[in-house]
């Protein structure tokens, strides 16, 4: 399915109103993360795969340098037109909703899940968590609006760079890490080997696979 530029693909469970879980993907992946997802021993699920984004916009959360801050709008078109699509396209309202995303698409998942109360867990992996600000928005953020359960994980070389903002990256997850615990939601921070771009599909199929667990 096509919706404004954005392609969606969607593999279906087996059963009848098993979880559905959403992943932002910077190309289209397919079937790579399911495909791992069932290599890991995942329960059946449903997944829908976001591709064709406008990365750098609708990733993100507010305005900074290149990136345009456009994840508010995105945010609408996912509730509004590409789940109510998806649902009417499994013929079964899925027993629960799940948020995934790899690099700022792990900045999204974690974001969204506070803007809206659609999803009950959500894995950020190799989240961009050094994004400007974005430790403090969690920080002040209403417990009320934070998801039950969040999957954090990053590469232990990822703060390894001679970029400022990017260093402070591993801190910020650990940081953030903490205080979705302090504030009751069940909370993994996972370090993986290497840096930001080694085994993406499999650091986001553990991911996917943790979200399922915590709805069995």
Same mark, same amino acid.
């Given at each position: 399915?096509?919706?404004?530029?954005?392609?969606?693909?969607?593999?279906?469970?087996?059963?009848?109103?098993? #979880?559905?879980?959403?992943?932002?993907? +910077?190309?289209?992946?397919?079937?790579?993360?399911?495909?791992?997802?069932?290599?890991?021993?995942? #329960?059946?699920?449903?997944?829908?795969?976001?591709?064709?984004?406008? !990365?750098?916009?609708?990733?993100? #959360? !507010?305005?900074?340098?290149? +990136?345009?801050?456009?994840?508010?709008?995105?945010?609408? =078109? =996912? /509730?509004?037109?590409?789940?109510?699509?998806?649902?009417?396209?499994?013929?079964?309202?899925?027993?629960?909703?799940?948020?995934?995303?790899?690099?700022?698409?792990?900045?999204?998942?974690? +974001?969204? &899940? /506070?803007?809206?109360?659609?999803?009950?867990?959500? *894995?950020?992996?190799?989240?961009?968590? !050094? +994004?400007?600000?974005?430790? &403090?928005?969690?920080?002040?953020?209403?417990?009320?609006?934070? #998801?039950?359960?969040? !999957?954090?994980?990053?590469?232990?070389?990822? *703060?390894?760079?001679?970029?400022?903002?990017?260093?402070?990256?591993?801190?910020?997850?650990?940081?953030? &890490?903490?205080?979705?615990?302090?504030?009751?939601?069940?909370?993994?921070?996972?370090?993986?080997?290497?840096?930001?771009?080694?085994?993406?599909?499999?650091? /986001?199929?553990?991911?996917?696979?943790?979200?399922?667990?915590? /709805?069995?």
């Amino acid at each position: 399915m096509e919706f404004d530029g954005k392609t969606l693909d969607l593999y279906q469970a087996k059963t009848p109103g098993a #979880p559905l879980v959403l992943l932002n993907s +910077y190309m289209r992946g397919r079937g790579d993360v399911l495909q791992k997802c069932r290599e890991l021993g995942c #329960p059946d699920f449903s997944l829908a795969e976001i591709s064709g984004l406008s !990365w750098d916009d609708d990733m993100s #959360p !507010w305005a900074y340098s290149q +990136y345009g801050g456009r994840a508010d709008d995105y945010l609408r =078109l =996912l /509730t509004e037109e590409i789940i109510p699509k998806v649902k009417a396209a499994l013929g079964a309202e899925p027993r629960c909703m799940l948020l995934a995303g790899y690099s700022l698409a792990g900045l999204f998942a974690l +974001y969204a &899940a /506070t803007k809206c109360g659609l999803f009950e867990a959500v *894995a950020s992996c190799s989240g961009s968590l !050094w +994004y400007p600000d974005f430790r &403090a928005y969690i920080t002040a953020c209403d417990a009320a609006k934070l #998801p039950k359960a969040v !999957w954090l994980s990053l590469g232990d070389r990822e *703060a390894r760079t001679r970029h400022p903002l990017l260093q402070t990256v591993e801190d910020n997850t650990r940081a953030i &890490a903490a205080v979705l615990s302090e504030r009751g939601v069940r909370t993994v921070f996972e370090l993986n080997k290497g840096n930001h771009f080694h085994q993406a599909t499999l650091r /986001t199929a553990k991911g996917v696979k943790w979200l399922l667990e915590q /709805t069995v």
